[in-house]
């Protein structure tokens, strides 16, 4: 089975703070994203990379940075977290050939305060 | 914008087949239909995806009609673990276009 993990199901920060939220799959899938998701807004796609080094932009990426130094894991960076960034935040990963059947990871629950 | 249209909310009983339908009245030929579901407090579930065939799985059957403006995601002996919001996504397989999820139907299986 595919496994996606996230690095913490729960986390608090305060604002202006940097916040890394990292993401680790098993699988050897060379697509990884990252979305929020928000009552009322559904999913959305912040940023998603198909190979080690490589990124593009989602819907939202404002506020956010990613990196992909290595093919298993995704990073998702908050420089200077802000108060409307409290969301659910959920990590997928997919196989080129199939970009669309997406693997989820457990999310991590992030309030920024 | 969701390309699909799905009810709010299905109710079920324990252990009957249950049927989510889906209209995508402006799906093109190489869309695919898919199909994921959320369980409460976890990240998203793909259960099953298919072009014009029926398909079926270890968890679900698709059904998609002739036309493919509608389809059906059949779980065949609903347990109360399958209590979730069921997302029916079209999707052009990766190429400009992202998985889109939109509100889903809410499916509560009771005992």
């Known amino acids: 089975d595919v496994k996606v993990t996230q690095s913490s199901r729960y986390l608090v920060k305060r604002t202006g703070e940097k916040v890394f939220l990292e993401c680790v799959q098993d699988m050897d899938h060379e697509n990884m994203f990252w979305y929020r998701q928000d009552p009322g807004l559904g999913l959305r796609l912040i940023y998603f990379?198909?190979?080690?080094?490589?990124?593009e932009k989602g819907d939202i990426p404002e506020g956010y940075s990613v990196s992909r130094e290595k093919k298993e894991r995704f990073s998702l960076i908050l420089e200077s977290a802000s108060t409307n960034q409290t969301s659910m935040y959920l990590c997928a990963s997919s196989l080129a050939g199939n970009p669309d059947t997406q693997y989820f990871g457990p999310g991590t629950r992030l309030t920024v305060l | 914008d969701a390309k699909t249209t799905q009810p709010t909310s299905m109710d079920c009983a324990e252990g009957r087949a249950a049927n989510l339908p889906c209209n995508h009245s402006?799906?093109?030929?190489?869309?695919?239909v898919y199909w994921y579901r959320q369980i409460h407090s976890q990240g998203p579930q793909y259960i099953i995806h298919g072009l014009k065939n029926n398909e079926t799985n270890e968890m679900a059957s698709l059904i998609i009609t002739e036309d493919r403006k509608s389809s059906t995601l059949i779980l065949p002996h609903a347990t109360l673990r399958d209590t979730a919001v069921y997302y029916c996504i079209v999707s052009g397989q990766g190429g400009s276009e992202k998985l889109v999820f939109g509100k889903g139907t809410k499916l509560t299986v009771n005992p």
């Open positions: 990379s198909y190979d080690v080094k490589m990124k």
């Open positions: 402006t799906i093109s030929g190489n869309e695919y």
